[in-house]
């Protein structure tokens, strides 16, 4: 016999009523039952919960003790459906925004104090765009900036703003030989040692396909999760990898652009077409735009978002 929580509520029936039948009858069970689950009990813990007298039961000292121990514990478990319905509540009326290691969720976070939005948010982290995606997919997520190399498939009931895109870039070490250069061809980085990331979105066969139009396949040395030591594995390893432009650099290390590269990133806000932020997705795209813009010195007169942009900002405002 192990103790449960029916127990507990038993022993504490049978403390209040004083007797074992009435305790029985309020809980509806046979006397001689309930009786012998007492007996049960009190085998199990080692000594006399209660005091049989000709008028009824009485808590012996351990007796007490125990219950006191059950009250708390009963107290505790009573609550928790209260707890769980507030925390439900409260998830419910939160703005749930995916964290993922694109160079524009800064900025987010910015758009959403801007847009008087950010005291809602219940900010989840990923390791990886597949993960958000599938948060989407899993009504788990509202929003989120992403990054892409590739084509993205949006999961259904989400759209998707297009933001901005950028060169890839290399990371390498200060000391590197072709840090001093303005630009390099991916053709010179062939014999580096690569860092690649871990996870689901594939970034090992990304980075060989971007690397075999040139000849080569690369030696990746390191696997990290995306936000794993990039910077300090370059700068005492002497490693390279793809960055995106906007991510900020530790001393130690630079980033070139590869002047042969075409293909670049692209970023987006990607939000739950059912979520009470859509209304606003057209704005918040437009200050996250305003603050990618800022960052890239690319500010010289009145913000003018892209016609899509402006269409869904005109529609949202």
């Not at 989840?124 to 599938?134: C, F, H, K, Y």
């Not at 259904?156 to 390099?184: E, K, Q």
């Not at 061809?185 to 980075?207: K, M, N, Q, V, Y």
């Amino acid at each position: 016999m192990e103790l449960e929580l029916k127990h507990l509520r038993h022993l504490q029936a049978v403390a209040k009523a004083g007797s074992l039948n009435r305790a029985a009858a309020q809980l509806v069970l046979p006397q001689p039952a309930l009786s012998r689950e007492l007996r049960r009990i009190e085998e199990l813990l080692g000594q006399a919960l209660f005091e049989r007298e000709r008028t009824g039961v009485r808590p012996t000292p351990f007796g007490r003790l125990i219950l006191d121990y059950a009250d708390g514990i009963l107290a505790r478990t009573a609550r928790i459906g209260a707890d769980l319905a507030q925390r439900c509540a409260q998830r419910a009326k939160a703005l749930r925004v995916g964290w993922s290691a694109t160079a524009l969720a800064g900025p987010l976070l910015d758009a959403l104090d801007a847009t008087g939005t950010g005291d809602q948010a219940e900010i989840r982290t990923a390791e990886s765009t597949a993960e958000i995606l599938s948060w989407f997919e899993h009504g788990e997520l509202d929003l989120a900036v992403l990054s892409e190399q590739c084509e993205v498939t949006t999961p259904a009931n989400t759209a998707r703003i297009d933001l901005a895109d950028d060169p890839l870039l290399v990371m390498l070490p200060d000391w590197h030989p072709l840090a001093s250069r303005h630009s390099v061809r991916l053709a010179e980085l062939e014999h580096e040692r690569w860092i690649s990331s871990t996870g689901p979105d594939r970034c090992r066969e990304f980075l060989a396909r971007v690397c075999h139009p040139f000849g080569f396949s690369p030696l990746i040395a390191h696997h990290v999760p995306v936000s794993g030591p990039r910077d300090e594995i370059v700068r005492y390893q002497g490693d390279v990898t793809l960055i995106q432009t906007l991510r900020p650099l530790a001393p130690g290390v630079v980033h070139r652009p590869i002047s042969d590269l075409l293909m670049r990133t692209s970023h987006f806000l990607l939000y739950r077409e059912d979520s009470p932020i859509a209304s606003r997705a057209g704005l918040l795209a437009g200050v996250i735009l305003d603050a990618y813009r800022d960052s890239r010195g690319l500010h010289t007169g009145p913000r003018v978002f892209p016609a899509p942009l402006r269409r869904l900002a005109a529609r949202t405002n």
